[in-house]
């Protein structure tokens, strides 16, 4: 059975820009499993955001806005004594799978909204705890942000997100988003980057009518 695997970080602008792309494409693939592997873009980092990366992030930022056409508030990197560790955003995703699995996704692309549109510190594990229980509790399992914080505080998520950075790496991956195929047991790069809808399922069709 072949399933789609998607590395990505949910503070990476394009892969919040990709974000809708990717909705549409796996709602055209309702049998087609999504397996989500955090990428760690800046994971672990302790250095307090300073003016010049601010200004790099905020170009990067305009142009994934006017490709993807999704809002952005630049309010975002303007928390005091900001410091941009997409780990903490990661391990919410991570601990989304370890308590209902199938609002992963979601998650992700909630973290994403309230880091980008909505300007909140998704370093913050409160902030993040309330996203994720958020979520999952609108699809119907009962969980709050305490029970989610736990979750996300755990050795088991703090762990496995780990687990997914070293996998990451393994894979040479090194730019986000990036969508592999897993057919027949082997590894196929559908995309690496921002890459619209079309052009994802010409990819796709023809990874699948490749002969075994």
């Known amino acids: 059975m ?7 970080d949910p503070m990476c602008s394009w892969c919040y820009g990709f974000g809708p792309e990717l909705v549409t494409l796996i709602n055209g693939l ?21 003016e010049e990366l601010k200004a790099t992030l905020l170009s990067h930022w305009k142009k994934v806005e006017e490709v993807s056409g999704l809002p952005f508030s ?22 989304a799978g370890i308590l209902a699995p199938d609002t992963a996704l979601n998650v992700f692309h909630a ?8 300007a909140l510190d998704t370093t913050k594990g409160e ?3 309330k996203i994720g229980a958020d979520v999952i509790s609108k699809a119907g399992i009962k969980i709050d942000a305490a029970a989610f914080l736990a979750t996300w505080s755990s050795e088991e998520a ?18 986000f988003p990036t969508l592999v195929l897993e057919k027949n047991g082997e590894l196929h790069l559908v995309t690496s980057g921002y890459t619209k809808t079309e052009t994802l399922v010409d990819r796709l069709q023809a990874l699948i009518d490749q002969p075994a």
């Open 74 to 95: 630049k309010d975002g990197l303007s928390h005091a004594g900001f410091v941009y560790d997409t780990e903490p955003a990661c391990r919410a995703v991570v601990a």
């Open 127 to 129: 902030v993040l705890a």
């Open 111 to 118: 973290i994403q909204h309230a880091f980008y549109a909505e």
């Open 30 to 50: 309702p049998d087609t499993p999504l397996e989500i592997i955090v990428g760690g873009l800046r994971a672990y980092n302790t250095e307090v955001m300073d």
């Open 2 to 8: 072949s399933k789609l695997i998607y590395i990505a």
């Open 158 to 175: 703090i762990a496995a997100t780990h687990a997914d950075f070293s996998q990451t790496k393994r894979w040479g991956v090194s730019g």
